[in-house]
């Protein structure tokens, strides 16, 4: 599509909240295209393609136990803890009913994020279906021969690449190159040094590209896909990345279980889901509605500056538009969700699911990492910050009726493997700008 002041002012007409959306102001949308459960569309997966992605992760068990023994303890599955953080939802002020609880992806093992659930499943997924193909493996076999030398040797002589602001790259680079694969990452110009260094020590290739993870997506597709051999991890359209998030459902339900927290018509569920390109918070969202259905209720959370998902869904163009067309320069410290265009995959059916999108700043997102860190002794990097302030916002817009009780969870999506340097800068940056003012969202 191309862009002229005129359709710019176009759209400003159809749709006015995108007056304060370029003028950079947190937002809070409610989705006008949500479905009840009962009148979905047909969707490009189902809860069965679910099912079979948590029993891929099941086969794998006993190759994470032998190859990464910080998974022992949760006996060989990617999963993080569930907290219930009281103290924050305290020193937030919040007025709503109900608990706040935060889902540590921020713990994942191995890569640290979130990007732990979809990358790693996508490259476990390809690697069995090569091993499969070629007469390597069967499905009864017990996976620990994934770490054998015969099959590193066969792997080798394939290559994956990947395009990635950071986190996506580190998860994909990392279990490949662990499976014994020829991987390669292409980055954009803002990924972080520590990522880079940390992806080289790991047996990855490191490319840098000027320009957004946009252009690092498009220069990694195209050198890749030159290669018949190589395999190419897409984000803007993978369904593989998809079912490997929607797992998470599955694994969050258990979690609830454990704790006697109900979800039901008198007991709804409140999700808030940091949002780059849309994949990882639209396969959750998924998992849990095929789980909990108009029970659970979830939100999307973006950077004031990389609204990309918002204004995908909000004028219906979803990836036809990126967020440069309407004049937001996409740049954020919130690693991760700095993108221009979203997935084109994940909106198809995120935008029947969502309840809504909001937007915050970045200095929201620090005074909340300090806040968390001195309140709960967690500690999480910017991004993962952003759905802190969903339950009040929500409330605020009406969402939540007054006195509703709910359970409501943010979604923390990285930070563990944050060198402690940067961890530290972060921190004093939230306490000094606590300390010149509070939280923006008393301005929505
Ligand atoms: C990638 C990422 C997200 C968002 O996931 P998308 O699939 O891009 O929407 C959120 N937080 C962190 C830390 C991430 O790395």
Redesign the pocket.
Known sequence: MVFSTKDLEYWKGEYPLLEDITKLQPVFWLNTNLKRIENLPELPVTMDDMMEAEQLWQRFIPFFEREFPETKKTNGIIESPLRKINSMKSALNETFYGDLYLKCDNELPIAG???AR?GFYEILHHAEQLAMKNGLVDKNDNYEIFSDKKLRDFFSHYKIGVGS????GLSIGIISARLGFNVSVYMSADAKQWKKDLLREKGAAVYEFAGDFGEAISAGRQRTLADPQAYFVD?EKSKH?FLG?SVAAFRLQKQLEERNIKVDKEHPLFVYL??????????ITFGLKQIFGNHVHCFFVEPTHSPS?LIGLLTGEKEKVCVQDFGIDNRTE????A?GRP?SF?TSISEHLISGIYTVEDDDLYRLLALLEDQEGISI?P??AAGLLGPELALKAGYLADGEIGTHIAWA???SLIPAVDMEHFYKKGKELIHQASLSYQKI
Do not use: H, Q, R
Not at 165 to 168: A, D, S
Not at 334 to 337: F, K, Q, S, T
């Open positions: 994020s979130i990007k979809g602001t950071g986190n996506l984000d990345l998030y940091p949002c780059g390109v849309g994949g990882s918070p639209g396969g998902v919130a690693d991760g969700l993108v997935s994940a990097e991004s993962s999506t990285g930070g």
